[in-house]
């Protein structure tokens, strides 16, 4: 069984709440919890191991229905549950996991126990790491970290931004910040972004440097809501060598203006 631990930290992510909302209201609080789970395949000292390490910011009981709704969509994009509460789904994804990686690779471990150079094939971990940040005024940011390795010579690292209305709790999409067919005219502003920041002048530089050799420039999925700005996140190998790792691209709304949606750009206010 896995050890839920409840770290006595709340994150108060609606410090203005007390200006726009009743005092007997619900206040958005975020609580840690963690859970911790570990196998090894066989009982052999040199053994390969599977662990699992989550710490999760959940919405307390206290945050009412806004963080219900939050909560319900961490658990969507972070454990692909829909049925299972956040807190029964981390428990629940450290014990599914060890479990499904000593019933599938114990078989084939057993095959290969001989040949001492592919034991790093079955050494397996998965990571995830959350906190949460008031972005603006009416937003705020789940941000996920996400570590994983299930026998590759290189971890697999992704950062997993949720973006909320912290007043209501719903999600805030890409559909909801920008015009349709806003690709095509974001994606040259994305590439100048790149090339300033990277310091040079042209597409065939940005390639000398590892950016841009095997696709072209376009909106990451994964972006933070700001007051200003909104920042596009490109975990590492997306649109760049792996070892130049995350790439983050900030844009004011300024920069995008006939792109973003004035409904929405009303809503931050």
């Known amino acids: 069984m896995v050890n839920l631990l409840k770290i006595a930290l709340f994150l108060l992510v609606m410090v203005f709440s007390s200006s726009c909302r009743n005092?007997?209201?619900p206040r958005l609080t975020f609580e840690i919890l963690e859970a911790e789970q570990s196998t090894r395949l066989t009982n052999e000292e040199r053994s390969p191991?599977?662990?699992v390490s989550l710490k999760i910011a959940v919405a307390t009981k206290e945050s009412g229905s806004v963080g219900e709704k939050i909560n319900a969509s961490v658990a969507y994009?972070?454990?692909n549950q829909e049925s299972v509460g956040l807190k029964g789904c981390i428990e629940q994804f450290a014990e599914n996991y060890v479990k499904t990686y000593k019933n599938n690779m114990l078989p084939l471990y057993n095959e290969d126990r001989a040949d001492t150079?592919?034991?790093q094939w079955y050494e397996f971990h998965y990571i995830i790491t959350s906190t949460t940040e008031q972005t603006s005024r009416r937003t705020l940011v789940y941000l996920a970290t996400v570590d994983?390795?299930?026998g590759h010579t290189n971890s697999v690292h992704q950062t997993i931004p949720l973006n909320f209305y912290s007043d209501t709790?719903?999600?805030i999409t890409r559909k909801d910040i920008f015009v349709d067919g806003y690709e095509t005219q974001l994606n040259p502003i994305l590439q100048k972004a790149l090339m300033e920041r990277v310091e040079v002048n042209d597409i065939d530089e940005l390639k000398e440097?590892?950016?841009?050799?095997t696709v072209d420039i376009y909106p990451s999925e994964n972006i933070i809501v700001g007051d200003n700005t909104i920042t596009f996140i490109y975990n590492p190998s997306e649109i760049a060598s792996l070892e130049l790792g995350t790439i983050?691209?900030?844009l004011t709304y300024a920069q995008m203006e006939k792109l973003i949606k004035p409904k929405f750009l009303k809503s931050l206010q």
């Not at 440097?209 to 050799?213: D, E, N, R």
């Open 23 to 25: 005092n007997d209201e």
């Open 248 to 250: 983050q691209l900030v």
């Open 117 to 119: 150079t592919k034991r």
């Open 148 to 150: 994983y390795s299930e």
């Open 77 to 79: 994009h972070l454990f």
């Open 209 to 213: 440097k590892g950016y841009l050799q």
């Open 169 to 171: 709790g719903n999600e």
């Open 49 to 51: 191991l599977c662990s």
